[in-house]
């Protein structure tokens, strides 16, 4: 059974920066490089938004107009993980944040980290 585990969460400034992690595991009969793997959020209030995506090998990635320039994600299919750079953040970046990826027509997610910006 794939498995997400997010990590890196926290309380942080405006302004401020965090790196949050995921790291996969259950990948028996295939592999972590052939996916792609998305980030989402999901705010108070509000529905589960895709943050960004990363290609299999990373050198594709496409983010929400809403962090453009500010996330950035990257991957180490090595480490079966990939991470989430966020820098100048902002109040409305306070959500939950996911890693997930869709292996046929199934959609694996992990439990979230929690991110708040808030002074």
């Known amino acids: 059974q794939v498995k997400f585990v997010e990590s890196g969460g926290d309380v942080v400034q405006p302004g401020g920066s965090l790196r949050l992690s995921c790291v996969a595991s259950?990948?028996?009969?295939?592999?972590?490089?052939?996916?792609?793997i998305n980030w989402y959020r999901q705010g108070p209030g509000k529905g589960r938004e895709l943050v960004g995506t990363?290609?299999?090998?990373?050198?594709?990635?496409t983010y929400a107009n809403s962090v453009k320039g500010r996330f950035t994600i990257s991957r180490d299919n090595a480490k079966n993980s990939a991470y989430l750079q966020m820098n100048s953040l902002k109040p409305e970046d306070t959500a939950m944040y996911f890693c997930?990826?869709?292996?046929?027509?199934?959609?694996?997610w992990g439990q979230g980290t929690q991110v708040t910006v808030s002074s």
């Open positions: 259950g990948f028996t009969f295939t592999n972590f490089r052939n996916y792609y």
């Open positions: 990363i290609s299999y090998t990373g050198q594709s990635t």
């Open positions: 997930n990826c869709r292996i046929g027509r199934t959609d694996y």
